[in-house]
Every structure is written in C-alpha cells, then in structure tokens.
C-alpha cells in the first residue's frame, strides 16, 4: 500500500509504541500505567489510532481512539473519541527535528450529559528516533489547564512483541 503523500510528515508515527506513563490531578490519586499507542495507515489520507492502558497489575484504564490527519502545511488534526463521553478536536502544528518532530495540539471538546466536564485540552507528542514522548494537560472538573499525563513510549518492533 502507497503512504499517501500528505502523510510525509508523520509516517515515522505508524506501528505500534510501547511504555510507561505517570498520571495526575489536583483531585485524583497520582497513579501509573503501562501504555500501548498503534497508528495504522489505511490506505486514505489520515491515520487510524488506539490506544490502550494497563494498571501495573494489568487491569485495563484508560482507552481511546480516533484519527490524524495532516491539513495545509503542517497543520496537524487529531479528531478522537473519549469512552468517558468526551470528544476532542485537537489541532496544532508540526514542527519538524533532526529525527522527528515535536507537536502541540490544542482541542475543542464535546462533552456528553453524563460526562465528567472537560473544557479544553493540551497533548504534546514528541518523535526523537524510536522514541515518541507524550504529555497531556486539560482544564478539567472547574480547574484551569493542568497536567495529567506523561509517557515515554518505544518503537515496538517484532522481535519485542
Ligand atoms: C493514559 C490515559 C489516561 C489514564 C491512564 C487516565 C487515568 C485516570 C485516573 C486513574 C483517574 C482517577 C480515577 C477516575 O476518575 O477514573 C482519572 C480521572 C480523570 N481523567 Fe483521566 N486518564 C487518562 C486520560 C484522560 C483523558 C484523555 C481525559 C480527557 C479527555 C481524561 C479525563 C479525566 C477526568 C475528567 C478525570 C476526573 C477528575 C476528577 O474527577 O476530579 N483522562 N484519569
């Protein structure tokens, strides 16, 4: 299957990456995780995501799923779907390394009745090679954007899996 061209700039995201992360809040336990991040090309002019989370014993956390797409230029879009009822919008631009890049996306959010508010949040993705860091901030339950999670994920390659 031929990349499409308008992914250039973050084919080096497909395939599956793996590590641990750390979370927080204000008004949550602090807590730890394992996570799973996979980027599927398709065959079309986006990027299909998952990713998945595990407890240090193994239970399952968090998940979530969506698509990347690149627009004009280095306009990055990340459309994804929260389980807990929240929807994000995240748009931001790519800058471009020596072996990688660094992107900050901000997001609009759609929350559903039940959902736990969330107004706004921030991700940061940063590719160096084979590993991809991650960061999440959001301005969530009545507080102003505040860090929640960050991970440090390896490229997962067959011979690891
Ligand atoms: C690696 C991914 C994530 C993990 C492991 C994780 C884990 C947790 C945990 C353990 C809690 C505390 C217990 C609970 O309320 O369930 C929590 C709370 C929360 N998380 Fe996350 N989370 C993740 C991603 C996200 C994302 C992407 C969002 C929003 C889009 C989010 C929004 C929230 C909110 C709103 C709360 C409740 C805070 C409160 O009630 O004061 N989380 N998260």
Redesign the pocket.
Known sequence: MTLHPGLAAVASLIGMWRGE?A?Q?????S?Q?T?ELTFTDVGKPFLHYI?R?WSPAGAP??T?TGYLRVAEGAAVEFV?A?P?G?T?LAEGALMATVDGFTCTLQAR?VNSTS????DA?ERRLELAGDVLTTK?A?A??GLQMTH??A?KLHRNTPTTR
């Open positions: 992360g979370g809040y204000p008004t949550i336990d807590f995780y996570e990713q989370t956390m968090h979530e994804l929260q807990t929240q994000e959010m959902a736990k508010q969330v949040t999440f959001m969530a339950v929640h999670l991970s």
